[in-house]
């Protein structure tokens, strides 16, 4: 019956692709149907079904999943207070006294890589993003096809930026399949199970990206630069208004200190995403911006987010579960056990899978849904997760933006009336498509480049698995502040 789950998973995602329902929906059905099919045949006893409500309360007292209901609170407010606003037209004009013409487009990617961490998925950085700095370049007389490609562009910043949504619970993700992974090897007596192992955490995750997402980022501003035209906006010597002003000087110290905070370990994601929602209502009533309705509409965001995002985390659950009861994570791993004594081999091959699956599936649909079935296999084989980290948040990148089928292209392109040509489009979108690349390449060549930050972490000995209530302390310490260096020995 393992073949039964592969064939429920293309299912899944061809109604994903074709019907519009949403994703949790889906997968519960397809579940259902499973489950049926599972029982009927006697593949799996019904007292397995009963382990469901104990995984999931396990994952929602998990503190990344506390972090998430407070970053869905700090992206609603940023966007209802307008502060995205501000911050183009500070940056815009700020820029503008050097080079008028990129102005816009190096205002609009500063935007997305200041907010996009904040706002959670591609989706809904691409909404912010369109709302702000595309009614501002539309006002501008930007070419729409540089529009649409801008917006697109700016709104996958999301995925590497850190400490955004996706990083958190990739990290969370990576960890239990590291885990699972390092179970496999020793069970199957692979070479991996003969060395002391790094356990990946979202610390590790955050620190190795830090590099790719900078060298992306800075190829992009100057690519921005490198493409602009004049535009008809932005006089060379516009006056920033005191509220721009400090906008300009406050939000990106603030988010900027939190990163810092997170990314060497000295706060945990949940902590710096409580006194990022913290500093931002204080500021909105000490500005009067911050209304009894525009507060309830801060919360009402926040909830639809929290609430879509915890249905396809319970979805995915139990669609990971059925999976494991029909044997197919077992097929898996046999299909990527053909690529032994070939890691790299066996990299490529789940980078192209997420790559396909990324033209149909949001960030966290495939962190929920594919990762945990793909990702154990090949850490049974790899030592590096949080180079396979790395490399997975670039390939998403880039998969997002493919034309024509590209989750971010289409978002973008659909949001613009007339629709914008495809062919025009591609071009617009080539250049940064093409430094995409070769930051992946230089990740793939050059490990290194995601380790120069890695503090020293606790190995894991060779002898022994891990079980699951280990996993689960594992999960609930991996966002742990870094303690002094005499603690070095422990495991995270």
Not at 273 to 278: K, T
């Amino acid at each position: 019956m393992a073949w039964l789950g592969v064939l429920l998973l293309v299912l899944s995602l061809a109604l994903m692709t074709s019907t519009g329902w949403p994703t949790y929906a889906v997968l519960m059905g397809v579940c259902g149907i499973g489950a049926l099919a599972g029982l009927a045949t006697g593949t799996f006893d019904v007292a397995l079904l009963g382990s469901l409500p104990a995984r999931v309360v396990g994952l929602l007292e998990h503190d990344l999943l506390q972090a998430l209901v407070l970053y869905a609170l700090v992206g609603a407010l940023l966007n209802r207070l307008a502060i995205a606003d501000d911050l183009y037209a500070a940056l815009g004009k700020l820029i503008g006294r050097a080079s008028p013409p990129a102005a816009p487009a190096l205002a609009g990617l500063s935007l997305g890589a200041l907010l996009a961490p904040m706002n959670g998925s591609v989706g809904a950085s691409l909404v912010t993003l369109s709302q702000t700095a595309g009614r501002h370049w539309a006002a501008d007389d930007v070419e729409p096809t540089r529009r649409v490609a801008l917006v697109a562009v700016a709104s996958t910043l999301g995925a590497v930026v850190p400490p955004s949504l996706v990083l958190l619970l990739l990290g969370d993700a990576m960890l239990r399949a590291h885990t699972e992974g390092l179970n496999i090897a020793m069970r199957m007596k692979l070479p991996l199970a003969d060395a002391d192992i790094r356990v990946v955490n979202s610390q590790d995750v955050m620190q190795a990206v830090l590099l790719p997402a900078a060298l992306l980022l800075l190829g992009w501003l100057l690519i921005a630069v490198w493409t602009s035209a004049p535009v008809r906006g932005l006089p060379r010597r516009a006056a920033l208004m005191s509220r721009e002003r400090w906008t300009l000087a406050v939000v990106p110290a603030v988010i900027a200190g939190l990163l810092t905070l997170v990314t060497t370990g000295r706060v945990r994601a949940v902590e710096a995403a409580a006194a990022a929602g913290v500093l931002l209502l204080l500021w909105g009533f000490a500005s009067r911006r911050l209304t009894r309705q525009l507060l309830w509409g801060a919360l009402d965001d926040a909830m639809a987010l929290t609430g879509a995002l915890f249905a396809l985390l319970l979805a995915a659950t139990s669609f990971s579960l059925l999976m494991r009861a029909l044997g197919t994570d077992r097929l898996v791993a046999d299909l990527m056990l053909t690529l032994q004594g070939h890691p790299l081999g066996a990299t490529l091959a789940v980078l192209a899978l997420m790559l396909t699956c990324a033209f149909v599936l949001d960030a966290f649909e495939l962190i929920f849904l594919v990762v945990p079935i793909v990702m154990p296999p090949l850490l049974a084989q790899v030592d590096d997760a949080a180079w396979v980290a790395v490399l997975t948040l670039l390939v998403l990148q880039a998969g997002f933006l493919l034309p024509p089928f590209g989750y971010a292209v289409v978002l973008a392109r659909g949001r613009q009336h007339p629709r914008v040509p495809l062919g025009a489009l591609t071009a617009a979108l080539v250049p940064y498509l093409a430094w995409l690349s070769c930051v992946i390449a230089l990740v793939v060549l050059v490990p290194q480049t995601t380790r120069w930050l890695r503090a020293s972490a606790p190995t894991l000995g060779s002898n022994r698995s891990l079980g699951d209530d280990e996993v689960e302390r594992l999960m609930r310490e991996m966002s742990l502040p870094q303690e002094p260096a005499a603690s070095t020995g422990q495991r995270q």
